[in-house]
């Protein structure tokens, strides 16, 4: 790389004008909206919202503009039609119903395991079902009707005055000690940092027109003094302020999250394995991470997270426990998750130089320290964790996309893909490795992959990519590869977050084919080709891996491929229920195709936060680079043929 491209890379990294732009966005769940104004010349937005706030507070005798900044904090005043947020709340007061099924499919990604009830037993993740016996309205009304849920949310902070013993004041700042009780926070941190922003918003107050044409404003109050000495009322207990886990060159702080957002452990001491490190994004800014971790009922919350600006770290929880942020419970157990500021759809705007450069310290830091693989199967994206059952495989995220830049970044943790470019024999394996500048690649962004508001239509974008596509046959006219749980058949689209019909750089695959500029590889249990002249996008691979087989013969069944790594059920003690799995019925290893898996198999494994318990099985499975994701297989229902470190063919 010439110093010219690499100043024109550096330069592309510093973005401080989108980073102004967050300024505009705040947070709904976990989802960052943007504030639009009203366009000139549009229709006038609807102000019904605005009368139903001060119905509500006049109603439950709530400071008006103080329940509309709660609510402004909660959901951006917007009613999200009767749908629950990423977080588990319904409507403009973010009331929570948080269920079993949430649980299972969200960042927790619980599927299966028989202490899923436990994970939703908290009254916090139900403050809706609080907010209709206060009010008596139905838990229906309250979910659906935005002016049922803001008297619920007025009835609920009221109560919440009331209980803590404090008049039914015209004063907002005397209501301090009920807003952050209705953080539903059960640590006095996360308490404090919400009623802060809550009042910081009272200060300067907001106006926007929501999604669904609603004009809300809420009007500066600077006067406002907060009686912060309420907090202490509240009795919450202060989280332990835990010494960051970070190495000295990087900017770090401790922020605990909530507690329901993951569960205290002991990792490593108490068996179970750290092998992984997931990178993430956050799709919103900084702080709306910070906030959506904080938030009990949001079953979402990462060890750390890193702002795009100057790369400065918030650990929100210790290492040693176990954070909900990769939505499978396996993964969960194993791995330490780091979320980016930023946006999938517009990545390469927003990873920076100084992001990368102190994500990549930190990764240098765990890896140290809990012995995990600098390689691709253990420094991954959240695309490239499999969901845990059939049913979830599809709904996985797909940040960071195509413009997290793998190949610098695994540079910078000491870790490049080295050798020459090229493809090898039939059998071998390659290293993807296009380059991530001189690989632009066109893609298509709708409205739905992009929060920020910033692409009205679907569009066309050609862009620097991490990925290159894969056809099902050697031509640039042949159909994209779909994968079977998106497309059932189907063909794959360039949709960016249609993560099934790409491979990205650092994976590894055995080669199946060759013809031409085109390589086939084994993958997702089909044979798939990509474009890749001279061998171009591809590194031999020099040994370091074991090469993964289902069987030599036509009669040998296919081996199954499976989302989590639970012990059978016989092997759990006698009072501890056991977690279920079955394998990925859409997926499999056909006889003859061949995979890369580059770490010995691992016993599989369970966990009970109620008393510490590991329970171990005497089974061990592989992961496997199998499509654009990982997944696991028995060790054995295969064959391994290991080859060793810079073993030259």
Partial sequence: MTSETSNRRHARRRRPGLLAAAAGLVVAGSVAVPLTAQATGAAPADTARQ???????????????????????????DGHAGKHSTTGGYGPMHLTDVTAEMVSGGDAGAVGRSDIASFVADPALHTLQAAAKLTGLSARELREDEAANIRGGAALLASYQKAAGGSASAEAGDWYGAVARYSQASQAQGAKAFANRVFATLAKGAGRTTVDGQRVTLAAMPQVKPATGQLAKLRLKAAATADTECPATVDCTFVPAASSNGQVSSRPGNGIRIDSIVIHDIEGSYESAIATFQTPGSSAASHYVMRSADGAVTQMMPTKDIAFHAGNYSTNMHSIGIEHEGFAAHGAEWYTEAQYEATAELVKYLAERFDIPLDRQHIVGHDNVVGPSSATVSGMHWDPADGWDWEHFMALVGAPAEGRHGVGDIGSVVTIAPGFERNQQTVEVCPSDDPTGATPECTKVTHASNSLFVRTAPSATAPLFGDQAIHSGGDGTD???????????????????????????????????????????????????????????????????????YPDAAEYPAGYGASTQAPLSMYSIPS????????APALT??????????????????????????????????????????NDR
């Fill in 51 to 77: 009368r139903d706030f001060a119905a509500a507070a006049e109603e439950y005798r709530v400071p008006e503009q103080l329940l509309l900044a709660v609510a402004y904090q909660e959901s951006a005043w």
């Fill in 592 to 599: 003859g195709q061949a995979y890369v898996a580059t770490a």
């Fill in 605 to 646: 494994d369970d966990y009970f936060k109620a008393d510490g318990k590991v329970v171990f099985g005497a089974k061990k499975m592989y992961t496997i680079q199998y499509n654009h994701r990982t997944a696991l297989v028995y060790a054995n229902d295969v064959i391994a043929t290991q080859r060793p470190a810079h």
């Fill in 495 to 565: 949709r960016i977050n249609d993560w099934g019909s790409t491979v990205q750089a650092g994976q590894q695959f055995v080669v199946a084919g060759k013809e031409g500029p085109w390589t086939a590889i084994w993958f997702s249990g089909s044979k798939v080709w990509f474009h890749n002249p001279l061998g171009a996008n591809t590194i031999v691979a020099r040994g370091g891996y074991t090469i993964i087989k289902a069987g030599v013969t036509p009669a040998t069944p296919p081996a199954k491929v499976y989302g989590s790594s």
